[in-house]
């Protein structure tokens, strides 16, 4: 039971009338204000929420390195066989392709004289191609120590995000796309580069625009992701070395069934035939 305070009982010479259209203005103001609250539910987090990106994070590794210790990929170095030279850390910087060049060289300006430092001249010659000219034998294990120094990690992490994790995240917010969407996003970033070439990002989501609407231009998300990820899928098997589109199938879509658009745990999925889960 509610006890009203003295302090504020209707004073006695308020007439009925006064007191009834009082308090039907103190109702009708919480029903307008409980009206605009459930019209207006708080944004879920997107992907740059901390615990959202340690999920991006993790997710990628499970592709990229069959293993959701994402951090222990700052010494990760190989040639795969994708003509894109050496591919190496956290989100698989090539040599061929700038991105290895980039993280070298931001390196070298926050620590001069670090032992990748040498190697920026062969980065800038085999920039574009497949070649190891000036690289081999020593920078594999050059950089192997190299991502035992955290500087060298947070340029890794500066480096991601500038050029991949951020301009997914903005993209998706313009595009209207919750967690999920952001994430596929960035996941096709990260291994198709946003150049003008035909399997670009870029040219990805315009073939998606092609055939639906994301929620920014009234489309529904869902229909939507399922067109990116069908585009996504089409420039995958326009390479041999990404033919492979279980990171599509068997993770990304398995979120879409789901209805997990807020990319909420816990999440179970299968890439390349391996099974992973985060609680």
Same mark, same amino acid.
């Given at each position: ?19 009834? &259209?009082?308090?039907g203005a ?6 307008? @204000? ?9 944004? &879920?987090?997107?992907?740059?929420? $901390? ?20 951090? &222990?990929?700052?010494?990760? #170095?190989?040639? #795969? ?7 190496? /850390? #956290?989100? @698989?910087?090539?040599?061929?392709? @700038? *991105? ?32 190891? &000219?000036?690289?081999?034998? *020593?920078? $594999?294990?050059?950089w192997r ?50 150049? *003008? ?6 040219? #990805? ?8 609407? $994301?929620?920014?231009? /009234? ?28 990171r599509v *199938? ?30």
């Amino acid at each position: 039971m509610v006890h009203e305070h003295p302090e504020t009982a209707a004073p006695a010479h308020l007439s009925r009338r006064t007191v009834v &259209a009082v308090l039907g203005a103190v109702a009708s103001g919480a029903l307008l @204000g409980t009206q605009q609250a459930l019209a207006a539910p708080a944004a &879920a987090p997107g992907l740059d929420d $901390p615990a959202k990106k340690e999920i991006a994070m993790e997710l990628v590794s499970s592709a990229e390195n069959s293993s959701l210790d994402w951090k &222990a990929q700052y010494k990760y #170095i190989e040639d #795969i066989g994708d003509g894109r030279g050496y591919t190496a /850390g #956290i989100i @698989g910087f090539c040599s061929g392709t @700038g *991105d290895m060049l980039d993280v070298v060289q931001l390196y070298t300006d926050r620590k001069p004289g670090n032992v990748l430092a040498p190697y920026l001249p062969a980065l800038r010659r085999v920039n574009g191609t497949d070649s190891h &000219a000036g690289l081999d034998p *020593d920078f $594999p294990r050059d950089w192997r120590k190299a991502a035992q120094d955290t500087v060298f990690q947070q340029c890794q992490n500066d480096e991601r995000d500038r050029v991949y994790f951020n301009p997914a995240v903005a993209q998706g917010r313009t595009d209207g796309l919750r967690a999920l969407g952001q994430f596929c996003y960035y996941d096709a970033l990260v291994m198709h580069g946003d150049g *003008d070439d035909p399997t670009s990002f870029r040219s #990805i989501r315009k073939r998606a625009l092609r055939s639906a609407k $994301p929620p920014a231009q /009234g489309g529904n998300e869902t229909t939507y992701l399922n067109a990116f990820l069908d585009a996504r899928v089409w420039a995958m098997k326009q390479e041999e070395a990404h033919s492979d589109t279980s990171r599509v *199938d068997t993770e990304q879509r398995v979120f879409l069934r789901k209805g997990n658009l807020d990319l909420n745990t816990p999440l179970d999925w299968k890439v390349y035939g391996d099974s992973y889960h985060i609680g």
